[in-house]
């Protein structure tokens, strides 16, 4: 694939994350059931809003790595924008698992669903978890899709520098003369001088 096309691939994945991200948060705090509060709720909220910021500097970053491949390339400047973007996506990937789709934070979503359903006090918060969990899933796809555009990036840099790569060996300085060792007949036939 092109660099420059790359790159854009990789602004476009960045965006897609954005929109399931910004449609995360939304579901969070507006799909709630109305008057009701959880401090899970809020967890996944702080969570999300987090990400997002995330997100944001992903995206940025790889906007600027787009603008630096354009005629005329600025590889330094690519490989560096890239590489916050990376960052970005490497907390982003890190935090995930951990602080929004652990096993632990997602069986005590379904828990906190079953039990609000089998007590009839809010049987609507089924329906909050089950649409939080749609969001996991896409949302997990969409940072696993990014990293992939991002090493899509990386080994277009690569091949792209390994293209302009050029290397020097000096292995003397100034002149050398060899003079080829003379045979031992012809030593004899040449006169020594003194």
């Known amino acids: 694939m092109a660099l420059?096309?790359?790159?854009?691939?990789?602004?476009?994945?960045?965006l897609a994350l954005e929109k399931v991200l910004e449609d995360f948060a939304n579901a969070?705090?507006?799909?709630?059931?109305?008057?009701?509060?959880?401090?899970?709720?809020?967890?996944?909220?702080?969570?999300?809003?987090?990400?997002?910021?995330?997100?944001?500097?992903?995206?940025?970053?790889?906007?600027?790595?787009?603008?630096?491949?354009?005629?005329?390339?600025?590889?330094?400047?690519?490989?560096?924008?890239?590489?916050?973007?990376?960052?970005?996506?490497?907390?982003?990937?890190?935090?995930?698992?951990?602080?929004?789709?652990s096993d632990k934070h997602v069986e005590e979503l379904i828990r906190v669903a079953d039990l609000m359903t089998l007590r009839?006090?809010?049987?609507?918060?089924?329906?909050?978890?089950?649409v939080q969990l749609v969001h996991l899933g896409e949302t997990r796809e969409k940072i696993l899709d990014a990293t992939d555009g991002a090493l899509l990036c990386w080994e277009e840099i690569a091949e792209r520098a390994g293209m302009t790569n050029v290397s020097m060996h000096a292995t003397n300085i100034g002149?050398?003369?060899?003079?080829?060792?003379?045979?031992?007949?012809?030593r004899e036939a040449i006169p020594e001088t003194q």
């Open 175 to 186: 002149q050398q003369i060899t003079v080829p060792v003379a045979k031992e007949s012809t």
């Open 4 to 14: 420059e096309k790359t790159f854009e691939d990789l602004y476009e994945r960045l």
């Open 28 to 101: 969070v705090l507006h799909g709630k059931p109305a008057d009701e509060d959880h401090h899970l709720a809020d967890r996944l909220w702080d969570a999300v809003a987090e990400m997002q910021g995330r997100s944001k500097d992903a995206k940025d970053a790889a906007a600027d790595a787009r603008k630096a491949v354009e005629l005329p390339i600025n590889l330094e400047l690519a490989w560096r924008k890239l590489k916050a973007c990376q960052q970005s996506l490497n907390q982003l990937s890190r935090q995930f698992p951990t602080e929004v789709a």
């Open 120 to 130: 009839s006090e809010h049987p609507e918060w089924a329906g909050w978890v089950n």
